[in-house]
């Protein structure tokens, strides 16, 4: 009996050590030290807009000129991803970027037509009054010395549950 609680303990000590140290048993990382899921960084913030949804506008790039582009947006809290399409020379450039207010960073990676991959910095604004989100962006690895501007509009917008949507009456509605 005194060595099955023994045994007992010890595999409950192992199994909270390792819980605090991250270790789930599965394939996800630990975010015991520094790195944190977006749902333990939300704040609640009342001023964090839902970015989610569908845009669409012009992007100006320093090498290949103006053209159409076009987003789909997903967002969990403070964390946005999704895919920014460019038509003319079809390139689709993978998001993920961090909303702040109404100011958006973060970096983009995409695959040239020659099979290059370039990642790039954003920084947006986006204008609750308009729906259009207006940003820049600099080639941080690969596409060396690219950069460009874009201007989308927000045409409508995903909505997740029961979550409060800061914006005007006549702004983007949902998809």
Same mark, same amino acid.
């Given at each position: 009996?005194?060595?099955?609680?023994?045994? /007992?303990?010890?595999a409950l000590a =192992?199994g909270?050590?390792l819980?605090a140290?991250?270790? &789930? $048993?599965g394939?996800?990382? *630990?975010?015991?030290?520094?790195?944190?899921?977006?749902? /333990?960084?939300?704040r609640g913030? =009342?001023k964090?807009?839902?970015?989610?949804g569908?845009? &669409? $506008?012009?992007?100006?790039? *320093?090498?290949?000129?103006t053209?159409?582009?076009?987003?789909?947006?997903?967002?969990?809290?403070?964390?946005?991803?999704?895919?920014l399409?460019i038509?003319?020379?079809?390139?689709?450039a993978?998001?993920?970027?961090?909303?702040?207010g109404?100011t958006?960073t973060g970096s983009?990676v995409?695959?040239?037509s020659?099979g290059a991959y370039c990642?790039?910095?954003?920084?947006?604004?986006?204008?609750?009054?308009?729906?259009?989100l207006?940003?820049?962006?600099?080639?941080?690895?690969?596409?060396?010395?690219e950069?460009?501007?874009?201007?989308?509009k927000?045409?409508?917008?995903?909505?997740?549950?029961a979550?409060?949507?800061?914006?005007?009456a006549?702004?983007?509605h949902?998809c």
């Open positions: 009996m005194r060595q099955s609680i023994g045994a /007992t303990a010890l =192992a909270v050590v819980s140290c991250g270790a &789930s $048993g394939t996800e990382p *630990s975010t015991a030290s520094g790195a944190q899921s977006p749902q /333990t960084l939300v913030d =009342a964090t807009y839902n970015f989610s569908e845009y &669409s $506008g012009l992007i100006i790039d *320093s090498k290949n000129g053209g159409k582009a076009a987003a789909r947006l997903s967002q969990a809290k403070t964390a946005i991803g999704g895919a399409t038509a003319g020379n079809p390139t689709i993978y998001i993920s970027w961090i909303p702040a109404v958006v983009s995409f695959v040239t020659s990642s790039f910095s954003h920084k947006s604004t986006y204008n609750p009054n308009t729906g259009v207006a940003g820049s962006y600099k080639a941080l690895h690969g596409c060396l010395g950069s460009g501007t874009y201007k989308l927000h045409h409508c917008y995903y909505k997740y549950g979550a409060v949507d800061i914006r005007p006549a702004g983007p949902p």
